[in-house]
């Protein structure tokens, strides 16, 4: 079955640029989309379609794509970024929908 | 206002089964696919169902293939998941999810997920 892989944590000090990295070997032709979930709260989507952020997301969020790996980027993140992080996709035929296993940003 | 309301979640012994309900209110329910999606303790978030706008594709993960059964009832806005022969690994916060816009599969709006618990 296909694999998203990301880093288990990430940890930057307050107002450093976090990012966090997805790797699949069908990311060049398959969109990828981050959540954040932070504790006791229900997920939300920060980045859709490998770049484009949601309506009501702050700009400090932003996402890119390079050939097998997408990456979130949080600039100037503060401690009310701590959450966990996840990216989804699909497979190359769109069969399989998978999350990454999630990065846990500390910021501290 | 996007609104996803999940219901049903409850204790459970392994091989028993439960309901998963969701109200869904704010968008046009019948025009979008929608999904479940969960989160065991300790571990991280796994897709489990997906159902067409129309409710007449389905699509699961392998980990309940042929356990678990989404269904839609348009006319009442309504999302269920039917999930039978549960096993301890079942144990998880069960999210109702909205597709986004477009054809992809992806999920915009959650709702806050109900609890099931399986265990002797």
């Known amino acids: 079955s296909y694999e998203l892989t990301q880093p288990p944590s990430v940890s930057v000090s307050p107002g450093q640029t976090a990012r966090i990295t997805c790797s699949g070997d069908a990311l060049p032709k398959k969109y990828a989309y981050w959540y954040q979930q932070k504790s006791g709260q229900a997920p939300v989507l920060v980045i859709y379609d490998d770049t484009i952020r949601p309506s009501g997301i702050p700009e400090k969020f932003s996402g890119s794509s390079s050939g097998t790996m997408v990456t979130l980027t949080i600039s100037g993140a503060q401690v009310e970024d701590e959450a966990d992080y996840y990216c989804?996709?699909?497979?190359?035929?769109?069969?399989?929908?998978?999350f990454g296993g999630g990065t846990r940003l500390t910021v501290l | 206002e996007v609104q996803l309301v999940e219901s049903g979640g409850n204790w459970v012994q392994p091989g028993g089964s439960l309901r998963l309900s969701c109200f869904a209110s704010?968008?046009?329910?019948?025009?979008?696919?929608m999904h479940w999606v969960r989160r065991a303790p300790g571990k991280g978030l796994e897709y489990v169902s997906s159902?067409?706008?129309?409710?007449?594709?389905?699509h699961y993960a392998d980990s309940v293939k042929g356990r678990f059964t989404i269904s839609r009832d348009n006319s009442r806005n309504t999302l269920w998941l039917q999930m039978n022969s549960l096993t301890f690994e079942d144990t998880a916060l069960y999210y109702c999810?909205?597709?986004?816009?477009?054809?992809?599969?992806?999920?915009?709006?959650w709702g806050q997920g109900t609890l099931v618990t399986v265990s002797s």
């Open positions: 989804f996709s699909s497979d190359s035929i769109g069969n399989d929908v998978v």
């Open positions: 159902i067409t706008s129309d409710g007449a594709n389905t």
């Open positions: 704010g968008f046009t329910f019948n025009t979008y696919s």
């Open positions: 999810v909205k597709n986004g816009h477009g054809s992809g599969t992806y999920f915009d709006y």
